[in-house]
T-cell receptor, first 114, second 116 residues
């Protein structure tokens, strides 16, 4: 399998549930990212992991908890979410900082919080 | 202030014609990169083209070219010979500064519809 794979593709959860989103990259990259895409808003960066160390956390509420056990895997643990957290969550990876070093995205997880 | 501005919420073009999608950016960093991504209805963001702030020539990738006007801080995407499969959302994004990773700031996007 190649590229960036996200599971599940769709997730419906209640506000009291706990669930996790999974991301796996097969590109040998050393940085991984979580972005949130809400309707009619630009993509919002949530977290960045570089060499398995969290390097950015863009004021994301604590109900979102990332985990990066190794350079190929990234998780986003969800608990006590709110309906406004419904969105498309996109995972991405990149290799270092040699230009252009674009982000390679997965297909996303469409999350609905009821 | 928005760092990336895409003023066209939607654009229509006929098949085989060229179309230009606008993007302006705002940064005080002399070192930056500009990216265009395509997002079909499937959701995946597909990297199309990149322009570095120090690049002397406009970037080209197949049917995609970037009209980079540094003084005006614009980086418009030109798609030549449009195809039905080009119908998608298109996002302009910018990376500022230099670090060991590649954080991008995105615009709100432009929906392109290609008609037969």
């Amino acid at each position: 399998e190649t590229g960036v794979t996200q599971t599940p593709r769709h997730l419906v959860m209640g506000m009291t549930n706990k669930k996790s989103l999974k991301c796996e990259q097969h590109l040998g990259h050393n940085a991984m990212y979580w972005y949130k895409q809400s309707a009619k808003k630009p993509l919002e960066l949530m977290f960045v992991y570089s060499l398995e160390e969290r390097v950015e956390n863009n004021s994301v509420p604590s109900r979102f908890s990332p985990e990066c056990p190794n350079s190929s895997h990234l998780f986003l643990h969800l608990h006590t979410l709110q309906p406004e957290d419904s969105a498309l969550y996109l995972c991405a990876s990149s290799q270092g900082r040699n230009d252009p070093s674009p982000l390679h995205f997965g297909n996303g997880t469409r999350l609905t919080v009821t | 202030a928005q760092k990336i501005t895409q003023t066209q919420p939607g654009m229509f073009v006929q098949e085989k014609e060229a179309v230009t999608l606008d993007c302006t950016y705002d940064t005080s960093d002399p070192s930056y990169g500009l990216f265009w991504y395509k997002q079909p209805s499937s959701g995946e963001m597909i990297f199309l083209i990149y322009q570095g702030s120090y690049d002397q020539q406009n970037a080209t990738e197949g049917r995609y070219s970037l009209n980079f006007q540094k003084a005006r801080k614009s980086a418009n995407l030109v798609i030549s010979a449009s195809q039905l499969g080009d119908s998608a959302m298109y996002f302009c994004a910018m990376r500022e500064g230099r670090s060991g990773y590649s954080t991008l700031t995105f615009g709100k996007g432009t929906m392109l519809l290609v008609s037969p």
